[in-house]
């Protein structure tokens, strides 16, 4: 298992460091440079869910698979709004179509992509519905 993950584990670590290490280094240094805040925050959480996606990185925490499927569609679903403020950062002339395109595609998409699949990754689906949704035995 651990020769199957190395390669996403270095990866994500890395990215993960780097996005941290971008985070407290903006923070503390300079104050107004927002764009790299937000920057940092896209390393950490895309690192993070290279981590999570392990099967070594959950084996170590030991906590429920639907937990691990649920942290991870929640992050995949939220690794794209720190890198739209990012691009609203860098491009201050095109902030209208970054936070209307943002919210008029990216929204639309994942609330059909979480009504139409039946996988438990899907954020928007409730096992309920899932259970009674089910052919009888």
Do not use: N, Q
């Not at 698979?65 to 939220?78: F, L, M, N, R, S």
């Not at 860098?90 to 979480?114: K, N, Q």
């Amino acid at each position: 298992m651990l020769r199957e993950d190395a390669i996403g584990l270095i990866v994500g670590a890395l990215v993960m460091l780097t996005g941290l290490l971008t985070l407290v280094s903006t923070s503390v240094i300079r104050r107004r440079a927002l764009s790299l805040i937000w920057l940092g925050a896209f390393s950490f959480l895309y690192g993070l869910r290279l981590m999570i996606r392990t099967g070594t990185f959950r084996l170590y925490l030991d906590m429920a698979e639907p937990v691990w499927h649920y942290t991870d569609a929640a992050i995949t679903y939220g690794v794209p709004i720190p890198i739209v403020l990012y691009a609203r950062a860098i491009f201050p002339a095109w902030r209208r179509f970054w936070t209307w395109g943002a919210l008029g595609l990216t929204s639309p998409a994942t609330s059909m992509t979480s009504w139409r699949s039946t996988r438990s990754e899907s954020a928007f689906s409730l096992p309920m519905c899932r259970a009674t949704a089910s052919p009888p035995r």
